[in-house]
DNA sequence: CTTCTCACG
DNA sequence: ACGTACGTGAGAAGT
C-alpha cells in the first residue's frame, strides 16, 4: 500500500493506492464503514467504452477510485480478479454515489467491464456534472465555469486545486505519451498519475454537498433534479443498447465515397487548388475560371459555402436543375469531393472506429449539453446525419427481425411559444388541431391564402421563435425586406402576446442577475448584448423538457427497451416487427400530452430495418 | 486556438 | 433608440 496525503481548501486530505492483494481487506473494511455519500471515478484506457479494450486486448477499467471528503482509494483493476472484485463490491455495497459525469461514463463503464449494472449505479447515484449544469449551463466561452472538474473544484472548493486533467496530460506529454496515448500506455502505479486519481474523487466528494447547497439557495427544485437524473439513466440506457452498422453495406460506402471523392478531387487539382479545406484556394480558382464573388464572411473573406457553390453549379439543394446560367465544372467538382470527404470521415469513419466486437454503435449521449438545456450526441454526431439522402442513415439497422420507428413531435416550438407566452389565437388553432402556418395565412389573406402564404409566414413564425431581424428574414427567405417587414408587422399585431413576452421575460432576467428561469424551473443565463435570445432560450429549453418529460414516461410506460435515440423532437426505436404497430402508438401516446393549455402532438412513421428505410431506403 | 464550412433540429 | 436568427459536433486549414 502506498499512502499520499495533501491539503486543500484548508482541510487535509490522505489516499491510498491498493499495490496488492492483502492490500483489499483494508479498502473493504473502509467500504463498510462509509454511511454517506462516496465519489466514484474511474481511469481507463480512453473514452471508447464498448470497443476500446477489445481492440487493445486489455482491461478497459485500470484504475477505480473510491474517496469521501478527506480520504481516498486507488484500486488496480487491471492487475486482475482481486482487484476487480473489490470495486465491484464496493460499487455494490456503497450505501450512495457520486462523480462527475459518472452515469454515461462511469456508470456505463462499470455496466461493460466491471459487473455491476447501469441500473444498480443509477439507483444511488448523484452526478455532479448534472449538479453543475443546473446551478450553470454556459461553457467557459460563454461565460460559465463550464462542467470540467478543475474550474469547479477552484470555484466551488479551493482556487489553488491542481488542474488533473490538464497536469496529467502534461505529465503523459513529459513521458513522451500524446494526450491521447497516455491513459493506456502510463505505468499503473505512476505517482502522479494515481495523486491525480485520488484528488479526483476528494474533490468530487466536496464539491456535491456545495453543489446541493448552492441549488437550493438559488431555488432551483430537487424535483428537476431528480428529473435530470432520470433523463440521464433513460439516455445511457439507450448508449448502451447502441445500433448495428451494416458492415457490409457501410464499408462498401466507404469505398463509393472515397472513390467519388478522389475523383472529384482530381478536377479540383487541376484547377490549381491543393487543399480542399481552403477557401481561399477555391475562391481564387473560381474567380480565375471567370466567375465573379460577391458573398462575403464575417471576416471579410470570399465566401464559397454549399450556397454559392450550388449557384454556380445552376442547381438549387435537392441537385435540380435551376436553368439560369451554365453550370461551372469546378464548383461542381468541389461541391462533390467536399460532400464525400465529409461523409466519408465525419459519418462512415466513425461508424467503423466505434463498432463494438458485435458490430454495435454506443453513441455518446449528454443530456444537458446545450446552455439551453438540450441534448447533444457525439461519438458518431448521429442526431446530425443528412437527411436529404438516405445513404448515410442505411448505415445503422435495427436487430434482425426488427423494423426502425421514429416519432416526431408536430411544431413542437410553436406549440411550446403558444403556451409559455399565452397566444390567444395561437391556442385557439392549436386546439383545433389547424396547422399553424396556414391558421396564420388565412387570418391574413382568408380564403385567398396560399402556399406562398404559408412559407411567408412559416419563415416569420420561425424567426420569432430565434428573434430574428428583417434583414436575416429575408435573405433566408428571399422575399424583399419590404415584404418580409410587412409580414413581421402583421405577426405582431396578430399575435401581440409574443412581444409582450419577450418583454416581460427580459425585464424578469434583469431583476434575476441576467437569468432567466424557465417553466421547468432551469436556470437560463443571458448575454447581455442578445438579451432577444430569451424567446429562443425559453421554447428552445421547453420544447427539451417536453421531450425529457415524454422519455420518463416512456420508461414508465415498460418502452425503454425499445429506445435508441432522442433527437430534439423525434424518438427513434426499433421494434420487433409483429410488436412495431403498438410500440409507435404507445411511443406517441407517450409524445401526446398538454401544455399550458396547448395541446402537444406527435406523429409517427415505422420503416424496415435501417434507419434509412424513412428516408427514401429499400431496406 | 480560431475560422470556415457543413451536417442536423 | 437601436438592431440581433437559436442550439449543437466535426474536420480541415491557417495563424
Redesign the pocket.
Known amino acids: 500500500m502506498k499512502e499520499f496525503s495533501g491539503s486543500l481548501g484548508g482541510l487535509p486530505w490522505r489516499g491510498y493506492l491498493v499495490e496488492r492483494v492483502e492490500d483489499l481487506p483494508k479498502f473493504l473494511e473502509w467500504v463498510r464503514r462509509q454511511r454517506g455519500t462516496t465519489c466514484f471515478d474511474t481511469e481507463t484506457l480512453g473514452l471508447g467504452i464498448y470497443h476500446q479494450a477489445r481492440k487493445m486486448g486489455r482491461s478497459f477499467v485500470r484504475l477505480s477510485q473510491f474517496g469521501n471528503a478527506t480520504e481516498a482509494w486507488a484500486i488496480p483493476v487491471e492487475l486482475g480478479r482481486p482487484f476487480y472484485h473489490a470495486a465491484r463490491t464496493a460499487l455494490i455495497e456503497l450505501p450512495a454515489l457520486t462523480g462527475h459525469n459518472m452515469i454515461s461514463f462511469d456508470g456505463l463503464a462499470s455496466d461493460k467491464h466491471l459487473g455491476v449494472s447501469l441500473e444498480v449505479i443509477c439507483s444511488k447515484s448523484t452526478d455532479t456534472m448534472i449538479t453543475s449544469k443546473l446551478l450553470d449551463p454556459r461553457?467557459p466561452e460563454a461565460g460559465g465555469l463550464g462542467p470540467k472538474l478543475k474550474p469547479q473544484a477552484a470555484f466551488y472548493i479551493d482556487p489553488s486545486a491542481p488542474d488533473t486533467q490538464d497536469g496529467l496530460t502534461k505529465h503523459f506529454n513529459s513521458l513522451g505519451f500524446t494526450k491521447e496515448t497516455g491513459w493506456a500506455g502510463i505505468d499503473i502505479f505512476d505517482p502522479l498519475y494515481v495523486e491525480y486519481a485520488l484528488l479526483d474523487v476528494i474533490l468530487g466528494a466536496r464539491l456535491l454537498p456545495v453543489h446541493l447547497a448552492e441549488l437550493e439557495r438559488l431555488g432551483v427544485r430537487k424535483e428537476l433534479l431528480d428529473y435530470e437524473h432520470e433523463i440521464s439513466r433513460i439516455c445511457a440506457t439507450m448508449s448502451r443498447a447502441g445500433m448495428l452498422v451494416d458492415k457490409e453495406y457501410t464499408e462498401g460506402l466507404y469505398d463509393t465515397l472515397d472513390a467519388d471523392y478522389q475523383r472529384n478531387f482530381e478536377i479540383v487539382q487541376s484547377y490549381g487548388v491543393l487543399?480542399?479545406?481552403?477557401?481561399?484556394?477555391i475562391a481564387k480558382a473560381l474567380l480565375e475560371s471567370g466567375e465573379e464573388l460577391t458573398e462575403r464572411?464575417?471576416?471579410?473573406?470570399l465566401?464559397?459555402?454549399?450556397?454559392v457553390?450550388l449557384h454556380l453549379c445552376d442547381r438549387n439543394d435537392k441537385w435540380e436543375r435551376i436553368g439560369g446560367r451554365t453550370p461551372n465544372p469546378l464548383a461542381e467538382a468541389v461541391y462533390h469531393a467536399?460532400?464525400a470527404?465529409?461523409w466519408r470521415?465525419?459519418y462512415v469513419?466513425?461508424f467503423l472506429e466505434e463498432m463494438d466486437e458485435d458490430g454495435y454503435v454506443h453513441c455518446n449521449i449528454?443530456t444537458l449539453?446545450?446552455?439551453?438545456g438540450?441534448m447533444?450526441?457525439?461519438?458518431?454526431?448521429v442526431?446530425?446525419?443528412?437527411?436529404?439522402d438516405m445513404m448515410i442513415r442505411r448505415c445503422l439497422l435495427a436487430d434482425p427481425g426488427e423494423a426502425v420507428i421514429s416519432v416526431d413531435f408536430s411544431a413542437i416550438e410553436m406549440r411550446v411559444l403558444a403556451a409559455l407566452a399565452d397566444v390567444r389565437r395561437m391556442k385557439e388553432a392549436f386546439a383545433n388541431d389547424e396547422d399553424i402556418h396556414w391558421f396564420t395565412a388565412r387570418l391574413v389573406a382568408g380564403e385567398d391564402a396560399t402556399e406562398y402564404h404559408r412559407k411567408k409566414y412559416k419563415?416569420v413564425g420561425?424567426?420569432k421563435?430565434?428573434?430574428?431581424?428583417?434583414?436575416?428574414?429575408a435573405r433566408?427567405s428571399g422575399a424583399p425586406e419590404a415584404d418580409v417587414q410587412h409580414a413581421i408587422n402583421t405577426y405582431n399585431r396578430l399575435y401581440p402576446e409574443i412581444s409582450r413576452s419577450s418583454k416581460k421575460w427580459t425585464r424578469q432576467a434583469y431583476q434575476n442577475g441576467m437569468v432567466h428561469i424557465s417553466a421547468t424551473g432551469r436556470r437560463l443565463p443571458l448575454d447581455r448584448k442578445?438579451?432577444?435570445?430569451v424567446v429562443?432560450?425559453a421554447c428552445?429549453s421547453a420544447a427539451r423538457d417536453v421531450l425529457g418529460q415524454s422519455l420518463i414516461d416512456m420508461d414508465a410506460a415498460g418502452l425503454l427497451p425499445y429506445l435508441r435515440l432522442p433527437?430534439?423532437?423525434?424518438v427513434l426505436a426499433f421494434a420487433p416487427t409483429g410488436e412495431v404497430e403498438e410500440v409507435e402508438r404507445e411511443i406517441r401516446k407517450c409524445m401526446t400530452m398538454d401544455l399550458f393549455g396547448v395541446p402537444i402532438t406527435a406523429e409517427g412513421e415505422i420503416g424496415k430495418r435501417s434507419w434509412g428505410s424513412l428516408y427514401g431506403a429499400d431496406f
Open positions: 461553457p487543399k480542399l479545406g481552403s477557401p481561399d484556394q464572411t464575417d471576416a471579410g473573406n465566401k464559397v459555402d454549399k450556397s457553390l467536399k460532400r470527404s465529409k470521415t465525419a469513419d466513425t449528454n449539453q446545450a446552455r439551453t438540450r447533444s450526441v457525439t461519438r458518431a454526431a442526431q446530425t446525419l443528412p437527411s436529404r419563415t420561425l424567426g421563435v430565434y428573434g430574428g431581424g428583417v434583414t436575416t428574414l433566408q442578445r438579451t432577444y435570445a429562443n432560450y428552445q433527437i430534439h423532437d423525434e
